[in-house]
């Protein structure tokens, strides 16, 4: 948890959020240069999960008009919060098969990056493929196990997160295509993470990627990658809790990124 600039918009009695029409806008925008850089580099389920969802470039998508149209699809539903939230929320949503999803839209200022997790990026990165029943069965797995986990053990499935949910790629037969939200939603890494030669790709190993450290502010230098959704959700079936307690006693990776400017 930090501070945040941001602040969640209040939804009336029906759940619905009025936005400016400057916020509009900024939705607009982004949709729509999201959308041409996305083809041919999101993986098929994922573009397919924009049309069940009915996402649009007319406007901001507002929780009941989503939920209507993904609980008829996988039973989730996504849920309005606010800016940040910690990790017994977090848990506890995904585990009832809630996504969270902060109402407030980046400012023009932050349109290419920003921290906090906006509506674009919930929305419009992560919630298409929660209209995948393996995808969806994963986070939902997940979701129960860190209901139960420790902090400490938390902060490890988070990495886990990271690397796949945020940050994933994942081989089919078109070749190698995006489902990671953290990539989906931004121009620059949505292009970069399959056409760069400077990031490591390599398969999904879940001890490597609890080993590997990690930075949120910059382009990511590796990236994990699966073969089908079954393998993502095959993870849940794993101990994950004891490879947690591997990756510690077998020492964390060296950094692959140079540390954070304290400037």
Known sequence: MKDTPYIAKQADKEG????????????KELFERQIQIVQNRGCDEYLEGIDKLGLKADHIPQVPEVNKNLSKVTGWEIAPVSALINFDKF?????????????????????????EPDI????????????VPAYANFMHEYGKLGLKAEHK?????????????????IQTAKGLRIYGGGILSSIGETVYALESNIPVRKPLDPLDAFRTPYRIDIFQPIYFMIQSFDQLFNLSKLDLLDLIQQARKLGMHPPSFPPKDKK
């Open 16 to 27: 619905y959020v009025s936005y400016s029409d400057d916020e509009q806008a900024i939705w």
């Open 91 to 115: 848990f506890e949503l995904l585990s009832n098969k809630q996504f969270p999803a902060a109402t407030f839209i980046r400012t023009r200022q932050e349109m290419e990056y920003l921290q």
């Open 120 to 131: 674009f990026h919930e929305v419009f990165g992560h919630c298409p493929l929660l209209t």
């Open 153 to 169: 053990d938390r902060v490890m499935l988070a990495r886990l997160y990271w690397f796949t949910v945020e940050f994933g790629l």
